[in-house]
Each structure stands twice: as structure tokens, then as C-alpha cells.
């Protein structure tokens, strides 16, 4: 099904056309909804840049097109407002067979992608040997979230977990877990407890931070029991990573997980190919990439450094080795990375070494996805009250504990499981909304209180606006899905139908833009609207007719809703 506003755009390019001659033909027309009803429900803003171009006042421009415009089938005749606007306002019948369509469709009218590529999108990263913690909320939220959109546009996603699981550290922790006698593998073991104590002894004591050094050497030149060691608090830590990850139905499992151990035997290709290239020269000793644009503050050439003097490689030469990896193995023709902003520098000098190498062919995209921080209501990185990092599981566990309590409130009703269960839907669908739903670049603050509001651009408004109309179906007894054609008959109808045949452009934005908050943003107009319409529009006891068009439309509604939740990996829930 044809976006509303690519058909409107296609008979407004049409008009330009005839009027102006076929070499106008890509002008883009700027169709876009209205923000005032008064005025239609679409609008070209075309005339203002054509005007111009052509000479012409922008509204003899407006009214030259809307007397060639053809939109007989689709909409009443155009109206030009203000300097040059031309206003829309469909026909009632076909928005409703538009809406109709939508609603007998498995995709809700969202059209997949023309041109289907391959996508890697590399999000989460977590360090091995340290508990998920606050600070890999965003990326991990974020980046699900992009994931499943573009897999629903139809593209071939591949999901990508670049986890800390290598380099020095790891000889210091290893041996210190061995010399207190603990089990790499104990499912109890605090690991951020032991790392902490691991790097205080290699800082207070020269004998074990020489023990941890050797140890290095030996886990870096494949001593099997050294690796044995490693492997064990590897998979210890994947199994932490793994419950949090479920917890918060984030679509991430062990096969994902591509750590930076997977790339340590291509590094020397990397630098190999760098030096052979001409694109990395020796600098102080190292070996270092020197890219036109890339300043230090005092206006020096800034290197990206891929090889130490003593030959050891850094971040720069395991994510180039990545990049090379997902086109050249796996066959992404998009890379998406989700990190924060402080990492935009880092990627912007990757991207670029890795083009002047010529491991990027062209039409490849590089997409680097930057997010701000989480504060407190303080406005401070968000900690706990004794100022320490906040552990994701103890996040989600208070998240459903202060949900139960809602949910018990409003509904005493539920069973004790499904009480759990609507917790734990409510409390952790509150705390990825929250974060997905403000600009992703922007810092956002925390606020318990107002990510589970019931009311507002939260996800508990969401998701009772979805439970809301499941019990509408309940009390009409619906066995299946309703059925009839849809009538606008109110205002309040017609609203909503237009906002819900919204949703295949916004698909389309955010899978083009990598913003989720337009998602969210949507989500939030479609349960505004249909709360409206909830209000103003009595439902089973409107006469047959009209009760049999208002369930088809609620079954619309219902399921984009719950689409778009999905589409977040927020779940919906029958009752609240």
C-alpha cells in the first residue's frame, strides 16, 4: 500500500510537471501533514523554493499547480493559504478504504523495503568481568530498537556484540582469582568486587603486578591453561550479560557476541595493510594514521595510533579489524554503531582511515549512532546515593518492585502471577521508553515518577491505551477479529484514522534517520487520538453499523500499538 504521502507528493510532482516542464520533475513537493486541521490534512510547501527559482511569486507559483493538480479520487479541490501553501483534506471514503486495508493486512500497510541490504548494527559491547550497569542501558535499548525496526523494513540484520573481552586486565584478574582460590566459573562470584580488589593489589603490590604481567604474556601467547581460565570467566560473564538481556527482551544472545578476542589474530593484517597502503607512517616510535581535518586543540596533526612502539595494538586496530571483517566476510553494505557521543571523534577518524585504506566500497553506509548521557534528577550522572556506578539488574528489579505497586493499586484483581507479569512488562517497559523516547544525542534524566506516569509520553499510558481496548473486545464478546467496513461518522474517527495511517512513513524515518524517538513520538499521538475517540465516540452501544466500524477501528489501533511496541521491544499487556 502506497504511503498517503507519497501518493499526495506524486500527483503535486505530477502537476509541477505539467505546468513547468519536465525539467522540474525531481523537485521535491514537501508534502507533509498539517499542523492545524483547520487547514486540511496535508500540505505542500513547494511553491515557496520553486518561487524562487523560477522567479515567481511563490503563490501564483501555489495556484498555478492546484489548477493542474488531479486529486479528484483522493481528496476535495486544493485551497492555497498564506504565501503559497497548498492544503489537502482527503476524502473521508478513501482514507477509510486506506485504513480498511491497513487493517486486513499482517504489516499494517508498511511497505517492506524496495532495495533490502544487508545490516550489521553493533550495539550493548559490555566488559567481560564487570556487571552491566547503567551506562550500557542506551546503547543496548537503542540499539534493539534500530535492530528490529530495520529487520521489519525487511532488511537482513545481523546483530553485533563487540564485548570487552580482551587485553591486559585480564592477565591481572585471572591471577588474582587464582591466588585467592576462587572459582572462575562460581555463578556467585562478584566479578566487579573482584576486579576492584584485582587492580588494588596491582597498584599497592610490585610482586603481583609482575605475577599479572606474566600471567599476560602467557594468556596473550595461547598458554592452554591460562586460556582455560579465561574461557571460564568469559562464559561466566556471558551468562550475566545473557539474564539482563532477557530481563529486558533485548534480542541478543551468545551467538551475537563478537568480543574483541575474535579480532585479535587479524590485527597484524590490519597494520600490515595500513602501512602497505600508505595510510599509516611511523610517529614517535608508533605507528600512526594522520587524517586531513583531525586537530588536536593546539591545532597539531591528531593521529589515530593502531600499533604501540612495543608492538601492541589499541581500540583503533580492533574496530578497523571489525569493520573490514563485516563488509568483507559478512557482506554489510550498512554499519551501524550505537555508542555514546563521547566516541563520535573515535569513529569519525575509524571511518575514515578504513576508507582511505579502501576497505569501504562505494555505496557502503557508516552509520555511527551517538546518545547522550543518563543523569540523576540532580542533573549528574546518575549513581546511587553512595555515589557508585548503578547495576542494570538491580535498576530492573526496583523498576518491577515500584510497578508492582501500581499495577496492585489499579487492578487488586490480578492473581499474584499475573500481577508478576504485568510488573515486570510495565516496570521494564517504563525504563527503555524513557530512554528511547527523548532525542537519542540529548542527555535525559532519570525520574522514576515520570517514566511511570500514567499519563504523558510514558510507556504505561501506552500500554493501558492498548489493554484498554482488549478489554473493549472482551465486553463485546469478540471470539476473532471484528469485522465490517469502516464509517467516519465524527471527528474524533476520522483523527485517529489518519494519525494510524501514519505509521509506514514513520517506520520509514526512523530506519533512515536511526531515531526511535519518532516511534515513540508517533506512539504517543496514536493513544492520544484514540483516547479522543474512546471519549467522544460511544462504541458497543452505537447501532450495529457504527459498533461493527468502531471495533475495526480499534482493532487498528490495537495493533499498531502493539506493533510499534514491539518495534521497541517494549511488550503490551490485556490487563493493567
Request: with cysteine; charged share 25%.
Amino acid at each position: 500500500m502506497a504511503r498517503l504521502e507519497d501518493t499526495i507528493a506524486g500527483r503535486v510532482r505530477d502537476a509541477i510537471v505539467r505546468v513547468y516542464g519536465a525539467e522540474h520533475a525531481d523537485t521535491d513537493p514537501l508534502v507533509r501533514p498539517t499542523q492545524d486541521p483547520r487547514f486540511g490534512d496535508f500540505q505542500a510547501n513547494v511553491a515557496m523554493g520553486l518561487g524562487k527559482r523560477l522567479g515567481k511569486k511563490p503563490r501564483e507559483v501555489a495556484e498555478a499547480i492546484a489548477g493542474a493538480l488531479d486529486v479528484a479520487d483522493l481528496a476535495a479541490p486544493p485551497t492555497i493559504a498564506g504565501p503559497g501553501f497548498i492544503n489537502l483534506r482527503l476524502d473521508d471514503r478513501h482514507i477509510a478504504r486506506l485504513a480498511g486495508e491497513a487493517v486486513r493486512d499482517a504489516r499494517l500497510g508498511v511497505p517492506a523495503a524496495s532495495r533490502p541490504a544487508h545490516v550489521v548494527v553493533d550495539y550493548s559491547g559490555p566488559n567481560v568481568a564487570k556487571d552491566m550497569h547503567v551506562g550500557h542501558l542506551r546503547s543496548t535499548v537503542i540499539g534493539d530498537a534500530l535492530a528490529r525496526v530495520l529487520a521489519f523494513q525487511g532488511h537482513r540484520v545481523t546483530r553485533q556484540n563487540h564485548v570487552g573481552d580482551w587485553g591486559t586486565q585480564f592477565g591481572m584478574l585471572i591471577e588474582h582469582l587464582v591466588e585467592q582460590g576462587r572459582a572462575l566459573d562460581d555463578d556467585s562470584l562478584d566479578l566487579t568486587a573482584c576486579y576492584r580488589e584485582a587492580s588494588a593489589r596491582d597498584g599497592a603490590d610490585p610482586a603481583f603486578a609482575e605475577r599479572a604481567r606474566r600471567r599476560v604474556v602467557a594468556l596473550q601467547s595461547g598458554d592452554p591453561e591460562s586460556r582455560r581460565m579465561w574461557a571460564r570467566l568469559v562464559a561466566l560473564s556471558e551468562r550475566r550479560f545473557q539474564a539482563v538481556y532477557d530481563r529486558l527482551n533485548v534480542q541478543l544472545t551468545s551467538d551475537d557476541i563478537r568480543g574483541e578476542s575474535f579480532y585479535n589474530d587479524r590485527l597484524p593484517a590490519v597494520v600490515a595493510d595500513l602501512r602497505a597502503a600508505g595510510v599509516a607512517r611511523e610517529s614517535e616510535g608508533a605507528l600512526c594514521v594522520f587524517l586531513d581535518g583531525f586537530k588536536t586543540k593546539d591545532g597539531a596533526p591528531l593521529p589515530l595510533i593502531v600499533q604501540k612502539g612495543d608492538g601492541g595494538y589499541l581500540y583503533a586496530t580492533t574496530d578497523l579489524a571489525a569493520l573490514r571483517y563485516r563488509i568483507a566476510d559478512l557482506g554489510a553494505r550498512r554499519l551501524v554503531y550505537v555508542t555514546d557521543a563521547r566516541q563520535r571523534q573515535h569513529f569519525q577518524m575509524v571511518f575514515a582511515t578504513a576508507r582511505a585504506a579502501g576497505w569501504v566500497p562505494e555505496g557502503v553506509e557508516l552509520d555511527h549512532v551517538v546518545f547522550g548521557s543518563v543523569l540523576g534528577e540532580d542533573g549528574k550522572p546518575f549513581k546511587t546515593r553512595a555515589g557508585e556506578t548503578v547495576g542494570l539488574a538491580s535498576l530492573l528489579d526496583e523498576a518491577e518492585e515500584r510497578a508492582r505497586a501500581i499495577v496492585a493499586e489499579k487492578n487488586p484483581d490480578l492473581g499474584a502471577d499475573e500481577r508478576a507479569r504485568v510488573a515486570r512488562a510495565v516496570g521494564v517497559g517504563a525504563i527503555k521508553y524513557a530512554d528511547l523516547a527523548s532525542d537519542r544525542v540529548k542527555d535525559y534524566v532519570f525520574s522514576w515518577d515520570r517514566m511511570l506516569a500514567m499519563d504523558g509520553n510514558t510507556a504505561p499510558y501506552l500500554q493501558y491505551a492498548y489493554a484498554r481496548i482488549q478489554s473493549i473486545f472482551r465486553k463485546a464478546g469478540l471470539e476473532g477479529a471484528p469485522a465490517g467496513d469502516l464509517l467516519l461518522t465524527e471527528p474524533a474517527e476520522r483523527a485517529l484514522v489518519l494519525t494510524l495511517l501514519q505509521l509506514d512513513g514513520v517506520v520509514e524515518a526512523v530506519g533512515r534517520t536511526l531515531e526511535p524517538h519518532r516511534l515513540c513520538v508517533y506512539l504517543y499521538y496514536v493513544a492520544t487520538a484514540f483516547s479522543a475517540f474512546y471519549e467522544a465516540c460511544p462504541i458497543l452501544s452505537a447501532a450495529p453499523e457504527i459498533r461493527g466500524s468502531r471495533l475495526v477501528l480499534c482493532q487498528l489501533a490495537d495493533r499498531t500499538l502493539q506493533t510499534g511496541l514491539g518495534l521497541l521491544g517494549i511488550a503490551t499487556v490485556e490487563r493493567m
